[in-house]
């Protein structure tokens, strides 16, 4: 049999991703700057390990950012490719061995997207940009068959998500988790003259995030002092309630809800976002339960409100009501089990939206309430933004692209709620 020599053509590392290319760790998380060398770096060990027999897929969250991992690849691959011996195809952005190893380049804006795959080596790029359930609930599964290993790519989006999981990674000490940081001048490839045109136009705040790869916290950033108001209980009953107790004021303390105002806000999404709700207790000034789900039709949506209504004896629902939200709601208003709740939709638009926000903000500040502490709904607040309109002057508040903030107005809700005056709160509840 005629054998054919081939090559293989891996860019020439830079000690960065010298670094990570070598580290035996089974979950990377690799921050860098803009044009630090993060994708090239990680294309190399992408066609390392297909060449190794592995199954690889990277995902990202636009067709375009995927671009320069996939190219990349196919240059390093192109003898292979034209002497047939890898199989392409551009549409699907699949490279192939006849083994049956290959490379996959995938979109994921919807984490749901990567469902039904499976892989050895799977690549999420721009995973500050990522619902975090593209890891959570549908990237660590894909590696159950295999045991395969996780590669974590991105350039800050201040302290959102994936923050959260490079902090994971350099607390680790097991060897599972290993994390880098690096700035675009740390690539010794990235001309002066390139850096000087990425930087031109940029702010200082946008200097530090996209070529320091610093994580931001303060400046434009809503919400703040959040770790102080993460003390609420995450395993509460109906049974018990926070109370406020001089020297000690969270200690769970048994009592009946039903003696006390509860609250509950409902920010709602059915495919792309998701339904939150967040449940409040506006006499004890604490965030007593919180559900989050998408990709459910809306009378399943609907039938799980009313749950936790009659579980937490909630008297007062702010559900928003734009778009999808108006239709559900008038079939809330009509469900027997509503009878006596009071229903307020609220209308988000572009005047209505900074005074809520802004009314839970100035809680947090002065932490005048108490909220559970959990990964996605935390790094929602920590990644929500202002903008202010060169134009009109006005702000705008909105999460970053490709993070949601859902659980941002759902919390926002509860606390419009739980600010209503007690005369006007309620009407009588079958509850109380």
Known sequence: METMDLTIRLHKPHAKQLAFKRSPAKRKV??????????????????????????????????????????????????AITAGIIYKNETDRVLRMPDGAQIKAKTAWDADSLRGDYADLLILDEYSLMDPSAWDEVGAPMLLDNDGDAIFIFTPKRKNHAFNLYQRALGDTTGRWEAWHFTSYDNPYLSESALSEITADMTEDAYRQEIMAEFLEGEGQVFRNIAACLGAPLNVTPDMHMSL????????????????????????????????????????????????????????????????????HVGHVVPEANAMGEPVIEELMRDPAMNGVTIAPFQTTPSSKPPLIESLAL??????????????????????????????????????????????????????????PVNVRYRPSIYT
């Open 30 to 79: 690799i921050v860098a700057g803009r044009r630090g060398g993060k994708t090239t770096g990680v294309s190399d060990v992408a066609v390392e390990a297909m060449l190794a027999g592995r199954r690889v897929l990277e995902a990202a969250p636009t067709a375009d950012q995927t671009n320069a991992f996939w190219e990349s690849c196919k240059a390093a691959l192109s003898e």
């Open 245 to 312: 107790v001089p020297g000690n004021p969270w200690d769970a303390i048994p009592d009946t809800h039903k003696a006390h105002r509860i609250v509950m806000g409902c920010d709602w999404g059915k495919h792309m976002d998701f339904t939150a709700l967040s449940v409040f207790c506006a006499d004890c000034r604490v965030e007593i339960a919180r559900d989050r789900f998408n990709q459910i039709d809306y009378a399943f949506q609907r039938g799980r409100l009313v749950a936790m209504v009659q579980k937490w």
């Open 363 to 420: 809680a947090f500040e002065r932490a005048e309430a108490q909220w559970q502490d959990d990964p996605v709904w935390t790094g929602e607040l920590e990644a929500y933004e202002r903008k202010v309109s060169q134009q009109t002057g006005r702000s705008s508040y909105s999460a970053p692209q490709g993070v949601h903030d859902d659980t941002v107005m759902a919390r926002a809700l509860a606390w419009s709620a739980a600010s209503v």
